[in-house]
């Protein structure tokens, strides 16, 4: 098990480290253009070779994706900047990017789609649909309010951003004795597995998937990708290992970024702050392919719009629109902080337009015993943990001119399907095999944690070792908020059944006969609820003459459930806080109307800086889940609720309406 | 990504270095702390067969202090700059400008020839030395000759050094009494270039009134522009009040920014409004003081 220092400065072994005799590195060619017709491609190897269709894409896929779907590479048409067209090898790196040299593309340019309002008005980007819809979802019912005194519309667009891990994405095939063996930087390695095996057309058992080390993901390696598919095929064509590494820029142009979506909300609501109704459409920004996030996201968004809040009446027209870019991803939060930014924008809004206290209209309409939403979200009792977080975040404190900005959300964790797991005892040592793969949250830490405790053994003598689709029949990933919450449910679980075994068969449990003995237990542990916790933020922030906003505090206090381990808990919250703090200040994918990217670099899709850091308070409330172990969800609580509160800090501190993230210096003094 | 292959030489002399660049020609390039060549080369936007790098050449990494002002060698660094105690006293806006320069680890490779020869208009340094009046020394094979810095900077990438020259010193004359400097960078992050910056420099009669001024601006057009009309505005006034709001409408006349991802021109003319106005009252405070 590696240390947090170890993590932190990088002394791991990532996918770049791993070397093999007579690998080949693979580069992939990609079009420069957003949209264009390609006539010819000469040299490579390209959609002659290989023109499989994306299978399986893991966090987010529903099994009802529509497509059209993403090809390996380009074929007729290159529907993004940056979708690969070709690929070439070499024994270095620097030979293999020479050899790029050698591809020869005949590209004729075609005017591309790169906003909503053009998917929307313009015909479609693909042949084979009638529009640029690529899934429509109403959700709620349509209804009327003959008693509502105030109406109010706004619209909102929280612009893509990149997943921007450390390490981008990465991994090495080495196709060997009739089985491709895929080392892979992920977040799931069954999702790569049956990716794999639907593109290359290969049978379970001729696919083995391992994990290793992993710099961050957040959402990125999740699932799917082509080049993922390409560099299995060269390994079993070439018959040798292949390895491919992405470059920052290919991750800015060529992966699955987040966000990109817009909302037209319209809330009905009584003078004393009581709503009774809300309407909108979502707006996602898909991308130019079917898959992946995209189908999913707009239903997921209209379906926790009203988040910790009991409102009666709900419509949402829920909508997936293809752009030329490419297809969306799962970015921390994915959907949650969408769903909370459109609401708790309204209810600023109305604040503004009533004269009430924002915290005391979300008051007024959180709920005061489980709810059942028109979208058919269950919630439960919100006011209690509202009144609480008021206190315990100091709201009430402030006295003006200061005044913070306030964010209360209801978390939906990905608890469902459950997690699989493998607990093996052998030798006096324990080892874990989870379905969900690290990628740097640290699961070592909760793993040994629970264990220890069930089997009542030192902690030293657990390992949560590299997920492996051999060692482990099935898994799920680690993504939504999920991991802690279903992958410790499912080792507590499996600790258990062995507990009950040596039970039986010795007649009491006692840590000696485990360790003495050998024991090996794996299943995949079924969850099917959505575990719903709470959340507020505070957040307090100045915007300087320049349009710069400086975030002084960012206080958080989340129903955490149980702190399995503390530290780590203040981890992901501290770095979720600055994910969010991201989003809403610097970072953006952005493209000039013509399809050029304008990010190319990730200082211009803009991460926050070590001095853009505020001052924390993190708090937790500790209200046990139903789980055996009582923690709940957490990892995206961040995301979610600091946009929302930001956004509002600087809305008071510099009077000008926050629509869109991210809040750029331009719109703030111009 | 990598870059396409090059020969790479390290010459230990000027000399030397002058061979090489007339063996090669049009086929080699100047290195020196390859913080904005580099980047070029491993995007494989710029390529060139050979490579000379200047850094192990003796000589070029003096600051030296007299009577008459400052000598800098090409190869001083960035971070060399920013940490001596002299230059901040003498040239505040050097320091201002050093400081703000990426991050410390470029500034610790970069250095202040390669800063000017580059000839992006999004460095730091041009502004400053052209207020500061600073001239350059050009050695070529054989001979040498100065460029002032208000004529150097021709275009986007584009200098006054020719082919086979080597920018070896940045010679800046001390500065009179009552004169201070000052530079501001409006930027989004910590290590970004500047989405505005400006240098100010400022003289001071003995009554207080102003003597003479010049402001020049960063990442405000193709090139480092210098503000014109400066000394009407200012000469013999001694009121910043008086005068803050038409030195930051002369500065934003001459500038000319362009519409890109950081901003429209009209955001831009309005941050180099604020910066003149900020520069202006910063430089005058500290000449004020001196
Ligand atoms: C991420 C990043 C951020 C940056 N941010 C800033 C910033 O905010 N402000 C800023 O001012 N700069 C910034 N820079 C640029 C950096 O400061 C410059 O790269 C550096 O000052 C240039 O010096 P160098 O020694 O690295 O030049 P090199 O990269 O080695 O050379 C640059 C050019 O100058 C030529 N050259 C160099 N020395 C000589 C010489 N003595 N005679 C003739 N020609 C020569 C080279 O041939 C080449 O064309 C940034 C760079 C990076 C990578």
Same mark, same amino acid.
């Given at each position: 098990m590696r240390s947090e220092k170890e993590m932190v400065t990088g002394r791991m072994q990532y996918i770049d480290d791993i070397v093999m005799d007579g690998m080949l590195h693979m580069t992939v060619v990609r079009s420069p253009y957003s949209f264009a017709k390609i006539n010819a491609i000469r040299g490579g190897l390209n959609h002659t070779d290989f023109n499989s269709e994306m299978k399986s894409f893991g966090e987010?896929?529903?099994?009802?994706?529509?497509?059209?779907g993403e090809t390996m590479f380009a074929g007729s048409?290159?529907?993004?900047?940056?979708?690969?067209v070709a690929a070439v090898f070499g024994k270095t790196k620097y030979e293999s990017e020479d050899n790029a040299d050698s591809v020869e593309v005949d590209y004729e340019p075609l005017k591309p789609i790169m906003n909503l309002n053009d998917s929307l008005k313009?015909?479609? !980007?693909?042949?084979?649909?009638?529009? @640029? !819809?690529l899934k429509r979802t109403l959700l709620g019912k349509e209804f009327s309010i003959a008693d509502s005194h105030i109406d109010l519309s706004d619209s909102f667009m929280m612009e893509r951003i990149a997943t921007n891990p450390i390490e981008g994405r990465g991994l090495v095939c080495h196709y060997d004795d009739n089985k491709l063996n895929v080392w892979i930087s992920g977040q799931s390695m069954h999702s790569i597995k049956s990716g794999l095996c639907g593109t290359l057309n290969?049978?379970?058992?001729r696919v083995r998937v391992f994990h290793v080390?992993?710099?961050?993901?957040f959402g990125l390696k999740g699932g799917m990708y082509p080049e993922y598919a390409i560099a299995g095929f060269a390994s079993m064509k070439y018959g040798k290992p292949v390895k491919w590494i992405e470059t920052r820029r290919e991750h800015l142009m060529a992966s699955k970024p987040g966000r990109g979506v817009r909302g037209d909300i319209t809330i009905s609501a009584r003078k004393?702050?009581?709503?009774l109704g809300l309407k909108g459409k979502v707006l996602v920004?898909?991308?130019?392919?079917?898959?992946?996030?995209a189908e999913f996201s707009p239903r997921f968004i209209g379906y926790q719009i009203t988040g910790p809040y009991a409102i009666g009446n709900v419509y949402v027209d829920a909508q997936a629109l293809v752009t030329n870019k490419p297809p969306q991803g799962p970015y921390r939060g994915a959907g949650r902080p969408e769903a909370s930014f459109l609401m708790e924008r309204m209810i600023d809004r109305l604040a503004d337009e009533t004269g009430l206290d924002p915290v005391d209209i979300r008051l007024t309409n959180a709920a005061t015993e489980p709810f059942k939403t028109p979208t058919g979200m269950t919630i439960p009792e919100s006011r209690s943990f509202l009144q609480d977080a008021i206190r315990e975040l100091g709201y009430r404190n402030f006295r003006k001119p200061e005044r913070p900005g306030f964010s209360f959300f209801a978390l939906l964790p990905a608890s469902s399907p459950g997690e699989g797991a493998r607990i093996r005892c052998s030798e006096g040592k324990v080892k874990v095999w989870l379905?969900? @793969?690290?990628?740097?949250?640290?699961?070592e830490f909760f793993v040994k944690s629970l264990l220890s405790t069930e089997f009542?053994?030192?902690?030293?003598?657990?390992t949560l070792e590299y997920a492996d689709t051999d060692m482990l029949e099935k898994g799920e990933g680690s993504w939504g908020s999920r991991s802690a919450m279903v992958g410790g449910n499912a080792i507590i679980e499996l600790a258990r059944r062995i507990i009950k075994r040596i039970e039986k068969e010795e007649g009491h449990y006692a840590p000696e006969i485990l360790l003495d003995g050998e024991y090996d237990e794996q299943d995949f542990v079924s969850y099917k609820k959505t575990l719903i916790s709470y959340g507020a933020n505070l957040v307090t922030a100045d915007v300087d003459t320049y349009g710069n906003v400086h975030v002084k505090e960012c206080r958080s206090y989340y129903d !955490?459930?149980?702190?399995?381990v503390p530290h780590m808990v203040r981890g992901q919250i501290i770095g979720g806080c600055m994910q969010g703090i991201g989003q809403t200040l610097y970072e953006e994918i952005s493209y000039s109307?013509?399809?050029?990217?304008?990010?190319?670099s990730i200082s211009d899709a803009g991460l926050p800086t070590a001095e853009k850091i505020p001052e924390f308070t993190v708090k937790y409330a500790e209200n046990?889940?139903?789980f055996p172990h009582g923690a709940k969800g957490l990892g995206e609580s961040p995301t979610i609720g600091v946009p929302t509160a930001l956004a509002r800090a600087i809305e008071l501190a510099s009077g000008k309406r926050i629509r869109n993230t991210p809040v750029r210096p331009d719109y703030l003094i111009g | 990504m990598n870059p396409r292959e090059f020969e790479y030489h390290a010459p230990h002399s000027l000399d030397e270095a002058f061979s090489l660049l007339g063996k090669y020609g049009d086929e080699s390039k100047i290195l020196a702390?390859?913080?904005?060549?580099i980047p070029l080369m491993k995007s494989r936007i710029f390529s060139m067969p050979h490579i000379i790098d200047i850094?192990?050449?003796?000589?070029?990494r003096n600051i030296e202090i007299n009577k008459s002002g400052a000598r800098i060698g090409s190869l001083v660094t960035i971070s060399d700059l920013e940490s001596e105690r002299e230059i901040a006293e003498l040239f505040p806006a050097i320091h201002d400008a050093a400081s703000q320069i990426a991050d410390p680890l470029i500034r610790n490779a970069g250095t202040i020839g390669g800063n000017i020869a580059h000839?992006?208009?999004?460095?730091?340094?041009p502004a400053v030395l052209v207020t500061l009046g600073a001239v350059f020394v050009l050695r070529r094979s054989g001979g040498e000759r100065t460029a002032d810095a208000s004529k150097f900077f021709i275009d986007t990438l584009e200098t006054d050094v020719h082919h086979g020259e080597i920018l070896t010193e940045i010679v800046i004359p001390r500065p009179g009494k009552k004169t201070a400097s000052a530079y501001l960078k409006a930027k989004k992050s910590a290590g970004d270039f500047s989405i505005a910056g400006i240098s100010t420099c400022i003289s001071m009669e003995?009554?207080?009134?102003?003597g003479s001024i010049r402001m020049a601006l960063t990442s405000s057009g193709p090139k480092v522009i210098e503000v014109t009309g400066l000394e009407e505005i200012c000469?013999?006034?001694?009121?910043y009040n008086s005068i803050a709001e038409k030195v930051s409408v002369a500065a934003v006349s001459s500038a000319k920014p362009s519409d890109d991802f950081y901003g429209t021109v009209q955001y831009k003319k309005k941050v180099i409004g604020i910066l003149a106005k900020d520069c202006l009252k910063l430089a005058m405070e500290r000449a004020e003081k001196r």
């Open positions: 987010g896929e529903t099994g009802e994706e529509t497509g059209p048409h290159a529907f993004y900047a940056g979708q690969p313009l015909g479609p !980007v693909h042949g084979s649909m009638k529009s @640029n !819809v290969l049978p379970p058992d080390d992993t710099g961050g993901a004393d702050g009581k709503i920004d898909a991308g130019a392919f079917g898959g992946s996030i379905g969900g @793969n690290t990628h740097g949250q640290g699961h009542r053994i030192d902690p030293g003598l657990i !955490v459930g149980r702190a399995l109307e013509d399809g050029t990217l304008l990010t190319g046990p889940s139903e | 702390g390859g913080q904005s060549l850094g192990k050449i003796e000589g070029l000839g992006d208009p999004g460095n730091d340094l003995k009554d207080g009134s102003i000469k013999g006034k001694k009121d």
